[in-house]
């Protein structure tokens, strides 16, 4: 629901979500999501924190 709601009203072209890698189920359900690991969103790198995004394109082909 928050990801239609970024995507649908606030027309966000892309949404982020973060977690520890050695945190399974949190990595596990950004994956569920079609989020996939995002290299070139740096700001959680620092603290060892794995960062995934999802555009729109691909939200739409995965949950329509």
């Given amino acids: 629901a928050c990801i239609d709601f970024g995507f649908d009203h606030l027309n966000l ?5 973060a977690a520890m890698p050695e945190n399974r189920p ?12 995002d290299p070139h969103f740096n700001v959680y ?8 995004s999802i555009n729109r394109q691909t939200w739409q082909k995965c949950h329509f």
């Fill in 26 to 37: 949190s990595v596990n359900i950004l994956k569920k999501l079609g989020m996939t690991p």
């Fill in 45 to 52: 790198n620092k603290d060892g924190v794995t960062p995934f």
């Fill in 13 to 17: 072209d892309r949404i982020y979500g």
